[in-house]
């Protein structure tokens, strides 16, 4: 079968109507006049209005959005790092080394969860944003991790080498050499830590505090009352929110590379 033949259009197509589908509902029904997800009555903001006057859910937004950042900086920095030390090793147990880094991503969250409850009571911390902040730390750092890794591996040695060549020390070659060639690894992995720290439940209900409500604990314990279209135009926001996170990085990426190109051109 040809690669850019009509068939192949027509499966992707389909493909990616069934992907999307569920989202477009989603979308449409947080318009919607009824509070019955059933069929769309009529075209109204007053989902809109009612997330924006519920304390409560705003709250855990904010908790959630605090909590997403925090880790992913914290990540970021523990993630990097363990991924240059690691690439400069050359013990006979970096295979094990490595796959420690990434055992938070094969453990079952629920267990995971459990551990790190266990842990957080044995050394007494007290449950809150400080648990639920370095419970989230612990399962995204192997994601930032392992996209730098993979950026390292196919990165010239020689670049950092020539620098100490010529004089820089070992921090200075670091951060002018090797930092800005693995940014956009460092940059890709932390976007994927704060989507995947944004929809964790599992963890944050074994770490959280009575006191502080995350906004997925907050929608999962909604199910039992029964969930209103509020959340889907709370869902509706936020993935406005991530597309134009999104778009501001890759317009943000093309422009640093044709500022990069301009700049080579002139330099010629």
């Known amino acids: 079968m040809k690669k850019n033949s009509k068939f192949s259009s027509l499966y992707m197509g389909i493909i990616f109507f069934l992907m999307y589908l569920p989202v477009a509902v989603v979308i449409i029904f947080s318009f919607n006049e009824s509070k019955l997800p059933v069929r769309f009555t ?18 855990a937004l904010g908790n959630s959005l605090i909590l997403g ?20 090793i050359h013990w006979k147990t970096k295979g094990a080394l490595e796959y420690i880094s990434i055992l938070p991503l094969m453990i079952p969250e629920i267990i995971l969860g459990m551990v790190l409850m266990a842990f957080f009571y044995l050394l007494n911390i007290p449950f809150g ?45 670091f951060w002018d050499i090797t930092l800005p060639l693995i940014m956009p690894a460092v940059v890709s992995g932390s976007l994927l830590a704060f989507a995947m720290s944004m929809d964790d439940v599992v963890i944050s209900i074994f770490v959280n505090g009575p006191r502080i409500s995350t906004l997925p604990v907050k929608v999962y314990t909604q199910l039992k009352t029964g969930v209103t279209p509020e959340i889907n135009a709370l869902c509706t926001l936020m993935l406005v929110f991530t597309i134009g996170v999104f778009a501001v990085y890759h317009l943000t990426g093309r422009l640093l590379k044709r500022k990069n190109r301009l700049f080579s051109i002139k330099k010629k």
Request: hydrophobic letters at 50%.
């Open 42 to 59: 009529g075209f109204s903001l007053k989902w809109y209005q009612e997330l924006l006057g519920d304390s409560a859910m705003i709250e």
């Open 129 to 173: 944003m400080l648990t639920l902040l370095l419970g989230h730390t612990v399962f995204c750092v192997p994601y930032i991790l392992m996209q730098v890794k993979a950026r390292l591996a196919g990165m010239d040695p020689s670049l950092e080498e020539a620098a100490r060549d010529l004089g820089a020390g070992s921090f200075q070659a």
């Open 69 to 88: 950042v925090s880790s992913c900086l914290v990540a970021a920095v523990i993630g990097t790092l363990g991924a240059v030390g690691l690439a400069r």
